[in-house]
């Protein structure tokens, strides 16, 4: 795959799943709404606070990303780090018109955040073939990039 | 959720999300096709001896797996162990019609084997409510469970 044909894979997933670590050291994994994107590696999830994944990211940042379509059988998941941003400015970037409904409280509600997942390199899979993203290449393809939302 | 729900929820599922560790500790995510259930803690999964995911766990056990149907917003993830089985028995049962597509040497290919994920507890979700199972509830519900394809 290409890092074109990657990055259209991503931009047609609605949902990642996201992969982490609990205090155990333990895996975990949750599906995530991920339709914000700054080209192929930093992705933007708003989620609630007091959910065990983000409590467990606060502790520790190691995470990784799964994006895939099954109709194509192409996937791709990117290692790195996760950071999650209480500031106003992520919280009102990510708000959708309804979202009262999961945060009574508005852009302000503290259970509500946003995960910016930085992927460091990745590793695709298609039929024809899979590979490694180093950090690197995601660097270059990724210059200029602009945050966007591609629901 | 009841168990039993929970259990509908697994059987309807084709495929899984499967969390492990890479050898530097970063978590990583592979779906597989996860149609072969004990209970709801055991679950068998067929794949390739040399992939990334079966060579991790192979030195660190510890694994997650995340069913999920996003029509009925329901999903569960159970915690616990991953065992890599090479052995005859295992490789035969879990065998289809076609596999030489991918197993060229058939059953007994050195590529193939069979993941056994062995939960030790788990934590679902639903638009209802989330919770937790423990380990106990598993042992309780699983009594008596037989091994058995749900394809």
Redesign the interface.
């Known amino acids: 795959m290409t890092l074109e044909e990657i990055g259209g894979l991503v931009k047609r997933a609605e949902?990642a799943?996201l992969?982490?670590?609990?205090e155990e050291?333990?895996?975990?994994?949750?599906?995530v709404f991920s339709t914000w994107h700054k080209g192929l590696g930093v992705h933007y999830i708003s989620t609630n606070t007091s959910s065990?994944h983000v409590q467990a990211l606060l502790k520790n940042d190691?995470?990784?990303l799964?994006f895939?379509d099954?109709k194509t059988f192409e996937?791709v998941?990117f290692?790195g780090k996760a950071i999650v941003h209480f500031e106003r400015e992520y919280k009102e970037l990510l708000w959708n018109e309804g979202d009262e409904r999961y945060y009574p409280g508005g852009v302000e509600d503290e259970d509500y955040c946003v995960v910016e997942f930085i992927a460091e390199r990745g590793?695709y899979y298609r039929f024809d073939g899979k590979g490694d993203i180093s950090g690197e290449e995601l660097a270059t393809f990724d210059r200029g990039a602009e945050m966007k939302n591609y629901a």
Chains 1, 2 share one sequence.
């Not at 992969?19 to 609990?22: I, M, P, T, V």
């Not at 050291?25 to 599906?31: A, C, S």
């Open positions: 949902v799943s992969g982490f670590l609990d050291g333990n895996p975990g994994v949750r599906k065990m190691r995470a990784c799964y895939d099954c996937a998941c290692t590793r």
